[in-house]
């Protein structure tokens, strides 16, 4: 069963452009995280956000966090090619298992 | 190089064959998971194993065995393949905290049955 669900399923932006992506999910988290997962590659772990965090930074990347409205969101600031990749949220399931929940992802397509 | 390798990348088997999929961590991480990916189901979690000889379920078992004799390892062995089980696997791994740690991906095994 999905915990995260991605919005929205496809984004398509010009390079030079912030690109804003979003993640609903369903049951109380302790921490949120953020991968990207470029063609043909495994997931790379971007960035972790703790239930009692609102904003968090890194380099161009910036997340917000919700814990009422149980949803995150990604910004992908001044978008660049390389930025082309699927974006995954993921939830824990029970603090200190280690066992994350994905959503589907939200393809993300950066045009030069 | 430290890091997690899966082998092979990619393997074509037929139905009804055992076929292993292997993953290697240098890290010495605890925890190793692997998960399958299919479009329209996201990456779901066959099995994760805390330590070695420790492993347990998860979301899709069924049909998949695995074992951890060594930390390094976690290999992944599906006993007689069906169609159904054509799919991207990854294996990760992670380090043990209070709370959940980033996970580390492999760059996936390919594998079609026919």
């Known amino acids: 069963s999905q915990q995260g669900e991605e919005d929205p399923q496809a984004l398509s932006i010009q390079e030079g452009e912030n690109a804003t992506m979003n993640c609903s999910y369903k049951t109380s988290i302790n921490n949120l995280q953020w991968y990207r997962q470029n063609s043909g590659r495994g997931l790379v772990h971007l960035i972790l956000?703790?239930?009692?965090?609102r904003e968090k930074h890194s380099g161009r990347l910036r997340v917000t966090l919700d814990t009422s409205k149980k949803s995150s969101s990604l910004l992908i600031t001044a978008s660049r090619a390389a930025d082309t990749a699927s974006y995954f949220c993921a939830t824990d399931v029970l603090q200190g298992a280690q066992k994350l929940v994905f959503g589907q992802g939200t393809r993300l397509t950066i045009n030069p | 190089d430290a890091g997690i390798t899966q082998s092979p990348r990619y393997k074509i088997t037929e139905t009804g064959r055992q076929v292993t999929l292997m993953c290697h961590q240098t890290w010495s991480h605890s925890y190793m998971f692997w998960y399958r990916q299919d479009l329209g189901h996201g990456l779901r979690l066959i099995y994760y194993?805390?330590?070695?000889?420790?492993?347990d379920k998860g979301e899709v078992p069924d049909g998949y065995v695995v074992s951890r004799s060594k930390t390094e390892n976690f290999p992944l062995t599906l006993e007689s393949a069906t169609r159904s089980q054509t799919s991207v696997y990854f294996c990760?791994?992670?380090?043990?905290?209070?709370?959940?740690?980033?996970?580390?991906f492999g760059d996936g095994t390919r594998l079609s049955i026919l």
């Open positions: 194993s805390a330590a070695a000889d420790i492993t």
């Open positions: 990760a791994s992670s380090s043990p905290g209070i709370s959940n740690q980033p996970q580390h």
């Open positions: 956000i703790r239930s009692n965090e």
